[in-house]
């Protein structure tokens, strides 16, 4: 057998370690894999909102009333309309004489674009011309206060 000299033994140290830092790095970056992932859509919860007139009502005119909305929810929304049929209450001292039906929203004219935040946050904002009262209205309305809850259509909103 031949002697290996010192020169080729060096070479040839050197390029088996080339080698193998050159199918190391191959390795490293060629590794594959799997795996799976699971996530719970969030329950939505119903806005909360109750209402209140700005301004007197008498019989055959309107007033503006004031929202006032909470979202329970973990995401934002954007108040977008109402529905037209919410409940009414009329204050104790006025039920006897002057029924709820006396006070009624009105058709919305304008597009509600109102945002309130996550978990739990509270916007109010107020609706120009929204409830009436009847224009035969008993005489027992007069002085009443009404508590509208309404039934509230919206979007969530992204983050």
Excluded at 82 to 108: Q, S, T, Y
């Amino acid at each position: 057998m031949r002697n290996m000299s010192q020169r080729t033994a060096v070479i040839t140290l050197v390029a088996v370690i080339v080698a193998g830092i050159g199918s190391v790095a191959w390795a490293a970056w060629s590794v594959t894999g799997t795996g799976t992932a699971t996530v719970t859509a969030a329950e939505v919860t119903a806005l909360q909102a109750t209402a209140r007139p700005t301004g007197s009502l008498f019989p055959g005119g309107s007033a503006d009333i004031e929202v006032s909305v909470t979202n329970p929810n973990e995401f934002a929304i954007e108040v977008q309309s109402f529905a037209p049929d919410p409940r009414i209450v009329v204050d104790e001292a006025h039920a006897d004489g002057c029924a709820a039906g006396h006070v009624r929203l009105k058709a919305n004219k304008k597009p509600i674009s109102e945002r309130v935040e996550a978990d739990g946050g509270t916007q109010t904002f107020v609706v120009k011309d929204a409830v009436e009262m009847v224009y035969n209205a008993p005489q027992a309305c007069q002085g009443a206060s009404f508590e509208i809850t309404l039934a509230l259509a919206g979007v969530g909103l992204p983050d």
